[in-house]
């Protein structure tokens, strides 16, 4: 079992929907949880970090479940330019390692 | 704030040569620096973690003496990839952490490898 997991996509969704992905992870241990964003042939750029109460950044909110060990990305009225890949990340200070997801592609369509 | 550069964005080369890309913290000093690789359509796989003034520590089926890395300063550290050979073409991106928030990692804009 990979140590984060992600359901690949792609999501082709119409402007203005709400979209939401998922992300588990397999070690308890882990801390600090991260969600980032990834264009096509560029670097991940951090969107939000993700606490345990939930939180919300616009039109975007993270929400984590450390007992069931998933996170989640909800994005509402989705626009054109969230077209990306968007990246789970975990941390684990034990080993001072951050996993990624293999991403969740995302598509906005006109 | 939290700026990560990288330099050169391109590389290409022959088959044999080797490649020193450089990965800098801009605006704060980054206790920890991190290299990735990334193979198209897959997800960044960390390749080392490296600290200023201590050997890199590396991850398993990365080849220490084939990608040596350098942390010479809390603002520089740099990977050399030695006798490059075309299955080392990969999108490599450092990442680092700063002394204020060592959890969260900032991101160099990458380099791209081509061996010829």
């Known amino acids: 079992r990979k140590e984060v997991e992600q359901d690949p996509g792609p999501f082709n969704v119409p402007e203005g929907a709400t979209v939401a992905f998922n992300c588990t992870y397999s070690?308890?241990?882990?801390?600090?949880f991260f969600w980032y964003r990834q264009d096509c042939r560029k670097e991940p750029k951090l969107l939000m970090s993700?606490?345990?109460s939930g939180n919300e950044d616009g039109r975007f909110t993270a929400q984590l479940n450390r007992a069931s060990q998933y996170i989640s990305l909800l994005i509402r009225d989705s626009k054109l330019s969230d077209s990306a890949t968007y990246l789970c990340?975990?941390?684990?200070?034990?080993?001072?390692?951050?996993?990624f997801g293999t991403g969740t592609r995302l598509k906005v369509l006109a | 704030g939290a700026v990560v550069s990288q330099h050169p964005s391109w590389v290409i080369c022959k088959s044999g040569t080797s490649v020193k890309i450089e990965c800098r913290s801009l605006?704060?000093?980054?206790?920890?620096m991190f290299w990735y690789r990334q193979f198209p359509k897959q997800s960044l796989m960390l390749m080392a973690t490296?600290?200023?003034?201590?050997?890199?520590?590396?991850e398993q089926g990365v080849e220490k003496d084939k990608f040596l890395i350098n942390h010479a300063s809390l603002t520089l550290s740099t990977l050399t990839v030695t006798s490059a050979h075309p299955e080392d073409s990969s999108f490599y991106i450092c990442?680092?952490?700063?002394?204020?928030?060592?959890?969260?990692?900032?991101f160099g804009p990458g380099t791209r490898l081509l061996v010829l």
């Open positions: 990442s680092a952490t700063g002394t204020s928030d060592q959890e969260t990692q900032y």
């Open positions: 070690n308890s241990a882990s801390q600090s």
């Open positions: 993700v606490y345990s």
């Open positions: 990340v975990v941390f684990t200070s034990g080993t001072y390692k951050y996993i």
């Open positions: 605006d704060f000093q980054a206790t920890t």
């Open positions: 490296s600290n200023e003034g201590s050997k890199a520590t590396y």
